[in-house]
């Protein structure tokens, strides 16, 4: 029997995160190389997870799972309840996005149901019985090539490394409810609350032109001439994590993985190498312009206009032609 | 309250990094090996569980490399033990085998909670937070900002996309992915680096290294670019006007 390949939905407030449908998308190609089923894998409480299995439409079937301890995202009622569900139906290729849920997954996943796991993986490519997956390490400097042995594996897929529009259908799926397993009962780890943003002065996923500063900047009182490239553009600031964990930039404008996701007409990313979470938030502006000293740093893979030059030299340069211009 | 903290010496990306001549790893004697960054986000907020609460600390590496220097800069900081692991780490992207390792020295050290790094720039094969917990046994969460510590509990915060985070409790022992301490990372003063050398000792702890990922690296290279940028050269000025002239073409200079 050819191996099933299972994604793990992700949703909140009964809308599936465009990351799963990513992987959709991925497992949609992977079935088919391997002439095997799509299996979409929703977990959740209060009846959500039927409703938004039903959404799965480029998977053959859907499986859900509904139990008060899959309420919200704690890792270990969700990890028991997987891992009991894809033991009874191995061998399996099992997908999740490295979002933060699927960083707590993949490996316990893995462990449990005693097959590799790949992380980072940016392609996927099938040979015979065997699975190759390229990841994107360093950063996203490198590339690592490796070979699963055996047709099972679980897989973390980079954010945007496949296309979600392929992984959406308005085709109607079988939604198949799975009983849930006992060990939910006694999990150790226990979801208390969601935390949502606190309102900011602006928000950045509305604006747009955005100069983003990253870890280039080297010194809070540096950003001041960020500070002023933005005024003299009319643009919002914003930043790349380090500078937010840093206490130098409010967390309302962390652009990336944890942040927020920006889709401005101009982004100017001054200082920042991206690294694939920061790339993950900003890849679908319309006009990405980068300034960074490293002509190898990965952000001008995803820029259209690149400056490999000092920030220093260059920045204060373009505030005075642009104030120039303004008068 | 004892809380262990293991630190992995990671390239810095700053440098360009070298691959080996088999192309089946990064070169390491090229690479500018220091601290993970993660994992000083990880001993920063094991440090300030200590402050607030008084819990042990222990630091463990890796043998090799920086590991002394990494291990004299956390005993530096405030840590109150230091070990080296020696064993078989020749395997450097295979975290099942590093997690292994952990997992017996742990075992022998004795632990109320791990507090690790979420991940490094250089996991192929999981984060070793995760394999190292269900090697344990015990339950774990990645991706944490704020570990609080309540009797025979942890209450954690747990980060998400898009500014929303979630509050868990978690049974203890448990292995907490550190992506952010409370505050800054402590900085160790070289003064108090060098006083650590010379007052405090490093233990050696030979662990079992034989576990295995599973996975065979085929290649290690340097991605082309899918789409590269078009790039602006000249002087300063030049370059300005350039980006003025794409900025205005977006109207956007006016
Ligand atoms: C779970 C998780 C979630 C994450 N979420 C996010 C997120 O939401 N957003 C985010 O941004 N990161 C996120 N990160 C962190 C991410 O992995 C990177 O560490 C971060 O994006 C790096 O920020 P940076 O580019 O500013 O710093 P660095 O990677 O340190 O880059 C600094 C760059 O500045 C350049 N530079 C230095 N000096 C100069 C100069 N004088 N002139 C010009 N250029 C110069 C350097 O060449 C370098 O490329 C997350 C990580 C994890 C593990
Ligand atoms: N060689 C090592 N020695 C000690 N601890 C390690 C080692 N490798 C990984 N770790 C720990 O595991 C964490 C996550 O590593 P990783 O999952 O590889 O990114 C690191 O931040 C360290 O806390």
């Known amino acids: 029997m050819p191996a099933g390949v299972y994604v793990v939905v992700e949703h909140l407030n009964g809308q599936i995160a465009e990351l799963s449908f990513e992987l959709l998308s991925a497992g949609r190609q992977l079935a088919d190389a391997r002439a095997g089923k799509l299996y979409a894998l929703v977990l959740g409480a209060g009846g959500e997870a039927s409703g938004v299995a039903g959404a799965c439409g480029a998977a053959d079937a859907a499986l859900c799972v509904d139990h008060a301890a899959l309420a919200g995202f704690a890792p270990e009622a969700h990890i028991v309840q997987l891992a009991a569900l894809l033991k009874e139906r191995p061998p399996?290729?099992?997908?999740?996005?490295?979002?933060?849920?699927?960083?707590?997954?993949?490996?316990?996943?893995?462990?449990?149901?005693?097959?590799?796991?790949?992380?980072?993986?940016?392609?996927?490519?099938?040979?015979?019985?065997?699975?190759?997956?390229?990841?994107?390490?360093?950063?996203?400097?490198?590339?690592?090539?490796?070979?699963?042995?055996?047709?099972a594996a679980v897989l973390s897929l980079l954010a945007g490394a496949f296309p979600a529009d392929k992984g959406k259908s308005g085709k109607p799926v079988a939604v198949e409810t799975v009983s849930p397993c006992p060990q939910l009962d006694n999990a150790r780890v226990a979801f208390k609350r969601l935390e949502r943003p606190e309102a900011a002065d602006i928000d950045i996923s509305k604006q747009e032109v955005l100069v983003s500063v990253g870890r280039g900047?080297?010194?809070?009182?540096?950003?001041?001439?960020?500070?002023?490239?933005?005024?003299?553009?009319?643009?919002?600031?914003?930043?790349?994590?380090p500078l937010v964990d840093m206490g130098w930039m409010p967390k309302s404008r962390q652009v990336g993985k944890s942040g927020a996701s920006v889709k401005p007409k101009v982004y100017l990313a001054v200082g920042i190498s991206g690294a694939p979470e920061h790339v993950q938030g900003m890849k679908d502006a319309a006009t990405i312009i980068a300034i960074n000293s490293d002509p190898k740093a990965?952000?001008?893979?995803?820029?259209?206009?690149?400056?490999?030059?000092?920030?220093?030299?260059?920045?204060?340069?373009?505030t005075e032609k642009l104030r120039a211009l303004r008068g | 309250m004892h809380i262990v903290v293991p630190l992995r010496q990671s390239p810095?990306?700053?440098?360009?990094?070298?691959?080996?001549?088999?192309?089946?790893?990064?070169?390491?004697?090229?690479?500018?090996?220091?601290?993970?960054?993660?994992?000083?986000?990880?001993?920063?907020?094991?440090l300030c569980l200590k402050d607030g609460s008084g819990a042990k600390v222990t630091v463990v590496t890796a043998e090799g490399g920086q590991a002394e220097e990494l291990l004299f800069t956390a005993l530096a900081k405030g840590a109150d033990r230091a070990l080296k692991l020696a064993g078989d780490f020749s395997a450097p992207m295979d975290n099942h085998r590093l997690a292994r390792a952990l997992a017996d020295a742990i075992g022998r050290l004795g632990a109320n909670l791990v507090l690790t790094g979420v991940q490094s720039v250089e996991d192929l094969d999981g984060q070793v937070a995760v394999l190292l917990a269900a090697m344990l046994g015990w339950p774990h969460v990645s991706v944490v900002t704020r570990v609080e510590l309540a009797g025979e509990t942890a209450q954690v915060k747990q980060e998400h996309s898009g500014g929303v985070s979630a509050e868990l409790e978690v049974r203890l022992p448990a292995v907490i992915g550190v992506?952010?301490?409370?505050?800054?990372?402590?900085?160790?003063?070289?003064?108090?680096?060098?006083?650590?050398?010379?007052?405090?000792?490093?233990?050696?702890?030979?662990?079992?290294?034989?576990?295995?990922?599973?996975?065979?690296?085929?290649?290690?290279?340097?991605?082309?670019?899918?789409?590269?940028?078009?790039?602006?050269?000249?002087?300063?000025?030049?370059?300005?006007?350039?980006?003025?002239?794409?900025?205005?073409e977006r109207g956007l200079s006016r």
């Not at chain 1, 990965?298 to 373009?318: C, Q, R, S, T, W």
């Not at chain 2, 409370?182 to 576990?211: H, I, N, W």
Request: contains cysteine.
């Open chain 2, 12 to 46: 810095d990306l700053v440098e360009e990094l070298q691959i080996n001549a088999e192309a089946t790893d990064i070169d390491r004697q090229a690479a500018k090996l220091g601290i993970s960054e993660w994992d000083e986000q990880a001993l920063e907020e094991a």
């Open chain 1, 217 to 241: 900047i080297q010194d809070k009182e540096n950003l001041a001439l960020v500070q002023e490239l933005a005024e003299a553009l009319g643009a919002a600031l914003c930043a790349s994590r």
């Open chain 2, 179 to 248: 992506q952010a301490a409370r505050r800054t990372p402590r900085y160790a003063p070289v003064s108090k680096v060098r006083q650590a050398q010379k007052s405090a000792k490093l233990e050696r702890l030979a662990v079992a290294t034989d576990g295995r990922s599973g996975l065979r690296v085929r290649r290690v290279f340097k991605p082309e670019a899918a789409a590269q940028a078009e790039m602006i050269q000249g002087t300063p000025e030049e370059i300005a006007a350039k980006l003025v002239a794409i900025l205005s």
């Open chain 1, 92 to 151: 399996a290729v099992t997908l999740v996005s490295n979002s933060s849920k699927g960083m707590d997954l993949a490996p316990a996943l893995a462990v449990a149901l005693g097959v590799a796991v790949v992380t980072n993986v940016a392609g996927l490519a099938v040979e015979g019985a065997k699975i190759v997956a390229t990841s994107r390490l360093y950063g996203g400097k490198i590339a690592v090539e490796a070979e699963v042995e055996g047709g």
């Open chain 1, 298 to 318: 990965p952000i001008f893979d995803v820029a259209h206009y690149g400056v490999a030059a000092d920030l220093f030299e260059v920045v204060p340069a373009l």
